[in-house]
Nanobody
């Protein structure tokens, strides 16, 4: 009943910027943590950045100082501003949200993924 939709991916050259956006909709009681993960071909999916409902953030060491995560709790959206992109950032980026759907449980939802390709 919950859907996450990402947008903003694309093809850029090294040093350029992109801004990813994700909107959650559906039967949502409350949203806890939201974040971004990425997966490159042949590699495991890894955490890029996430933010709790209280505003605490965590970033992968490889993106600290370059990426910034932000949220709009009223709109159930999360964004990722990516600056100084490097070829190593090339991957499919997935939005993730921990959503309370009933009083009895929460569920981790994933978006469909958006491709980010950085050429050197």
């Amino acid at each position: 009943q919950v859907q996450l939709v990402e947008s903003g991916g694309g093809l850029v050259q090294a040093g350029e910027s992109l801004r990813l956006s994700c909107a959650a909709s559906g039967r949502i009681l409350r949203v806890n943590a939201m974040g971004w993960y990425r997966q490159a071909p042949g590699k495991q999916r890894e955490l890029v950045a996430h933010m709790t409902s209280g505003g605490a953030t965590n970033y992968a060491d490889s993106v600290k100082g370059r990426f910034t995560i932000s949220r709009d709790n009223a709109k159930n959206t999360v964004n990722l501003q990516m600056n100084s992109l490097e070829p190593e950032d090339t991957a499919v980026y997935y939005c993730n949200a921990d959503i309370v759907t009933t009083l009895l449980q929460w569920t981790s939802y994933w978006g469909q993924g958006t491709q980010v390709t950085v050429s050197s």
